[in-house]
């Protein structure tokens, strides 16, 4: 574990400068604004937190290695948890003494943030910022793209903060009060009436095929794969006798989601992190589309299914595919696979930053987000349009669609990102269901 925070914080000194705590989009700030003021009389975060009434988990801070990433002179922000949280959750004094250093340091790395970031600077913000804890996942063969670097770099715990009037969110969940929170010299502590849970260690593919619930979501997906592999073998053996083998359609055609969603194996046995948002339907969001079965569905495909085309001019097949191609783009990926493809970078040319827990999915927030852009391509906006319930629920529905939105029921915090569990289909505009 010291060799983690030993890594964590030499890669922290070299990237300072472009990660930490940040918006999901950077904007400069108006002309004129103050500069934050830095009272000289601050004390540091660990004098600041050894006078503070949070002691157990100063307790579990003195016990691990931390004191000397926060004694460098780089800016943090600590998640504190209270006492009563502490010891609701079973940390009491007895147990932290007995607590081994790699434990202590886990814990505390998990609450400590890269950068500091002020309630000002969170109440300014309209949508969640993302903040890096110095906390690696265990697992060294996870890898996420660094933000603006090129290469893989180890996978970092993430929260994502934001203010709502006097209360701290942390992944959409109210965890204390702003007015609690104690500056220091060197950044920021946020005192958490709640233990921050670490999130489900599965892709987006494993958490949902193990879960019930969504069950024909993951079969109908599947199915409509085999459907297309076996028309687009076919039609290239019957067109040129050339066989391209199981899924030899991953050239840009067509995104395959299991093995992009499931972590598989890339560069030398690195597994290739994608964090982002998805929205899952349950059985039910299929059954009030009128599918009772899965085989409901594939008769739907087999309906509307695009013709099968060998172009002899271009010596390859046309675009084609079925209606749950569509519907299910929305649900994996923000419709990303319904939009023309870039000839140098496929489907996901661009892609921009898409991690939204429920309160940032808002019209005022996202309505004209970019969710693609490229200087090859036609940048891609939202496709989506929210709302809220009479209880304060998320809605979410394609723009101009006349179907009934879909309610988020649920968040699925996993470590690729948020899965929503939605009520309904999201379906295009008079899109046929029948």
């Given at each position: 574990?010291?060799y ?6 030499m890669?922290w ?8 705590c ?8 108006p ?11 601050y ?15 100063l ?27 502490m ?10 003494a ?23 600077q969170?109440?300014?913000s309209?949508a ?7 906390l ?13 670097l ?8 993430r929260?994502y903060?934001?203010a ?10 109210p ?18 009436d ?10 987006f ?35 040129i ?7 030899g359609?991953?050239?840009s ?48 495909n087999e ?12 010596y390859?097949?046309l ?15 923000f ?9 140098l ?23 004209n987000?970019?969710?693609?852009s ?14 809220r319930?009479?209880d ?28 929503h ?14």
């Open positions: 574990m010291k983690y925070l030993q890594y964590g914080l890669t000194l070299l990237l300072s400068g472009i990660i930490g940040k918006k999901v989009e950077f904007t400069l700030p002309e004129g604004a103050k500069i934050p003021y830095v009272d000289p009389n004390k540091t975060l660990e004098e600041v937190l050894k006078a503070s009434p949070y002691q157990l988990f307790k579990v801070y003195q016990r691990s290695n931390m004191d000397s990433v926060l004694k460098v002179k780089s800016l943090y922000t600590l998640l504190v948890p209270t006492d009563a949280t010891q609701a959750a079973g940390y009491t004094a007895a147990k932290i007995a607590m081994t250093r790699e434990n202590a340091d886990t814990l505390v790395a998990f609450y400590t943030l890269r950068g500091s970031l002020s309630k000002e969170l109440k300014m309209i969640n910022r993302e903040c890096i804890s110095l690696a996942n265990p697992d060294p063969s996870f890898k996420v793209w660094p933000v603006r090129y290469g893989l770099d180890r996978v970092y715990y929260h903060l934001i709502s009037e006097d209360s701290l969110l942390i992944n959409a969940v965890v204390g009060a702003l007015k609690n929170a104690l500056p220091a010299a060197n950044g920021y502590i946020y005192p958490l709640k233990l921050l849970p670490r999130p489900l260690e599965k892709s593919w494993d958490a949902l095929e193990e879960d019930p619930r969504f069950s024909m979501f993951i079969q109908v997906q599947q199915e409509t794969d085999k459907m297309f592999n076996k028309r687009y073998r076919d039609k290239l053996i019957e067109a006798d050339f066989d391209p083998g199981e899924f359609w991953l050239d055609k067509r995104t395959n989601y299991k093995p992009r969603f499931i972590m598989e194996p890339v560069f030398g046995g690195d597994r290739h992190l994608e964090i982002t948002t998805m929205f899952a339907p349950t059985n039910e969001a299929f059954h009030r589309a009128g599918f009772n079965t899965v085989e409901d569905v594939m008769a739907w309906k509307y299914a695009t013709p099968t085309i060998f172009d002899y001019d271009l390859d097949i675009p084609f595919g079925f209606p749950a191609d569509t519907v299910l783009a929305y649900h994996w990926d419709g990303r696979d319904n939009v023309p493809a870039s000839y970078y496929g489907k996901n040319y661009g892609a921009r930053p898409t991690v939204f827990y429920a309160n940032d999915l808002r019209d005022d927030y996202l309505a987000y970019t969710v693609n490229d200087p090859q391509a036609t940048s891609y906006i939202m496709p989506f349009s929210f709302g319930t009479p304060g629920k998320p809605t979410v529905k394609i723009k101009g669609s006349n179907a009934a939105p879909a309610t988020v029921i649920e968040t699925i915090n996993t470590i690729m990102g948020p899965i569990v939605v009520d309904r289909l999201l379906i295009p505009n008079n899109y046929k269901m029948k």
